[in-house]
């Protein structure tokens, strides 16, 4: 099984409809973050979170919100899809440490907004 | 602020040809430094990592060896295969108050043909 779970894996919306993106993760880390990748741009920090109750905004946070539900589950939220938020989403995590820590991705989310 | 830049792809060599990657980054003081390979239809995996100058990361006939002076952190291997076909993300870890946030470059897409 994958240690980083994310759902649904696609999803196709429409302009103006709230939607959530859900990320679990069985590999015990703390942190957990949410990046998008549009092509030839790379990823981009959206949230990140380094426990339950630490949540933070990354680069490109506008238009977005999360909950921390516990260590293991991580969801992103757009409130109001728009179509420039098509894009590949991933979760990951990692695991704090003497630095250069590794993080772990899901497979990724992609999502079309009509 | 913390920047990577790749060179630009796409990439397109033959099997057993010599592979070499460009990656050059900008951070405040020192950062540590990665290579996440993107197979098709995945998630990012962590293919190498150096967390100090003069380091040198390897993993699956790859390496990159980070070079403060030029900052920089190629990655190379000497004789690629069709199983290498990927998109590769240099990445860094400025650490301080960015610890444990990535900033990725914008990937280079490889792909070998038999």
């Known amino acids: 099984d994958a240690d980083v779970t994310q759902t649904p894996r696609n999803r196709i919306t429409k302009t103006g409809k709230r939607i959530m993106l859900e990320c679990s993760q069985t590999?015990?880390?703390?942190?957990m973050y949410w990046y998008r990748q549009d092509p030839g741009l790379g990823l981009q920090l959206i949230y990140y979170s380094f426990d339950v109750k630490d949540i933070n905004k990354g680069e490109i946070s506008d238009g977005y919100s999360v909950s921390r539900q516990a260590q293991a589950k991580f969801s992103l939220s757009l409130e109001s899809a728009i179509p420039n938020q098509t894009a590949l989403y991933f979760c990951a995590t990692s695991d704090p440490g003497q630095g250069g820590e590794t993080q772990y991705f899901g497979p990724g989310t992609r999502l079309l907004v009509l | 602020g913390n920047s990577v830049t790749q060179m630009e792809g796409p990439v397109t060599l033959s099997e057993e040809a010599f592979l070499t990657i460009n990656c050059t980054y900008t951070a405040t003081g020192y950062p540590s430094l990665f290579w996440y390979v993107q197979y098709p239809g995945e998630g990012l995996q962590l293919l190498l990592k150096?967390?100090?100058?003069?380091d040198k990361g390897s993993n699956k006939g790859f390496e990159a060896t980070y070079r403060k002076e030029t900052t920089s952190f190629h990655l190379e291997k000497g004789s690629v295969q069709v199983s290498d076909s990927a998109v590769y993300f240099c990445?860094?870890?400025?650490?301080?108050?960015?610890?444990?946030?990535?900033?990725f470059g914008q990937g280079t897409i490889l792909t070998v043909h038999p």
């Open positions: 150096a967390t100090k100058a003069d």
């Open positions: 590999k015990g880390h703390d942190r």
């Open positions: 990445a860094l870890d400025a650490g301080g108050t960015s610890y444990g946030k990535l900033t």
